[in-house]
């Protein structure tokens, strides 16, 4: 089985920082694109930003030159360093990563796969 767990979330005054952090584990042959989305109240759930295996970030208007996206493949890890967070920042924070799993001992069919979510709120 894979997993996605997220940390890093939580309550930041405007203008602040934050570092969240993603870790996939379980059976995994092989991950490609990993990102972030998050969800605010009574809104469809957005893209944040994604990384491909060997880089390329792709970012939401939104949060250009705020956002950065970075991944560790060795430890099949996505970070995403909010700076100058601002409360239209706050919503849920979901991990998505597209994987193929091991299966079986049989290399599975290719998948996103979903973190539970992380709260971040930005207020003073």
């Known amino acids: 089985q894979v997993q996605l767990v997220e940390s890093g979330g939580g309550l930041v005054q405007p203008g602040g920082s934050l570092r969240l952090s993603c870790a996939a584990s379980g059976s995994i042959f092989s991950i490609n694109a990993m990102g972030w989305y998050r969800q605010a109240p009574g809104k469809q759930r957005e893209l944040v930003a994604t990384i491909r295996n060997g880089g390329f970030p792709n970012y939401a208007d939104s949060v250009k030159g705020r956002f950065t996206i970075s991944r560790d493949n060795a430890k099949n890890t996505v970070y995403l360093q909010m700076n100058s967070l601002k409360p239209e920042d706050t919503a849920v924070y979901y991990c998505?990563?597209?994987?193929?799993?091991?299966?079986?001992?049989?290399?599975?069919?290719?998948?996103?796969?979903w973190g539970q979510g992380t709260q971040v709120t930005v207020s003073s």
């Open positions: 998505n990563a597209y994987i193929i799993p091991f299966n079986r001992g049989s290399i599975g069919s290719p998948r996103d796969y």
